[in-house]
């Protein structure tokens, strides 16, 4: 009955942990780096296909959000409950449930600490290329197949070529 008291202790610190977390999957603004590797448009127009010159270019850093990045992941979970089960191995008497909670806290951060570590973040780049027709069209791709600012660039499916 003891255990069983703890490892509700445990599941609910992890309840709390992933919804605490839950704040961080859906922050403005980052729809347009969900680090795929197809190119995608930061503005809210359709990337048009044609012809254009290349404006500027920017290095942006594509971020993971989202489970395993500013929130919860398998390793925050799992460091949970190793915690938690630590924790409750180690109190004794009405420390107990404090150990218990303490462990689930510190291995959920721990777990975190080591699950981001292991992610990497791509490079991309942001193009603003003002096409023929005077409009002005940005796109992020994880590639730049050596474009320079000033070349003549063709967008053709969403992803610019120099030509």
Same mark, same amino acid.
Do not use: W
């Given at each position: @009955?003891?255990?069983l008291?703890h490892? /509700?202790?445990? +599941?609910s610190v ?6 605490g977390?839950?704040?961080? @999957? %859906?922050m403005?603004?980052s729809?347009? $780096? ?11 127009n ?10 500027s =270019?920017?290095l942006?850093?594509?971020g $993971? %959000? ?8 398998v390793?925050?979970?799992?460091g949970?409950?190793? /915690? /938690? +089960?630590v924790?409750?191995? +180690?109190g004794?008497?009405q420390?107990n449930?404090?150990?218990?909670v303490?462990g #689930? ?6 777990g975190?600490e ?7 973040? #791509?490079d991309a ?5 003002? @096409?023929? %027709?005077?409009s002005?069209?940005?796109l992020t791709?994880?590639?730049?197949? $050596? =474009?320079?600012?000033?070349d003549?660039v @063709? +967008?053709e ?7």
């Open positions: @009955m003891k255990l008291t490892v /509700g202790s445990v +599941i992890t309840a709390v942990l992933t919804l977390a839950c704040e961080n @999957m %859906d403005p603004g729809a347009g $780096n969900s680090g795929s590797a197809y190119p995608q448009s930061t503005s809210s359709r990337i048009h296909s044609g012809y254009g010159v290349v404006q =270019i920017e942006v850093r594509q $993971n %959000d989202g489970i395993g990045g500013s929130g919860i992941g390793g925050t979970i799992a949970a409950v190793v /915690g /938690g +089960i924790g409750n191995q +180690i004794q008497g420390g449930a404090a150990a218990t303490l #689930a806290a510190g291995g959920a951060y721990a975190h080591i699950e981001k570590r292991r992610q990497q973040s #791509a780049y942001r193009f603003t290329i003002r @096409m023929n %027709d005077g002005y069209q940005t791709q994880t590639t730049n197949p $050596n =474009i320079r600012v000033g003549r @063709m +967008i499916n969403g992803v610019a070529r120099r030509y």
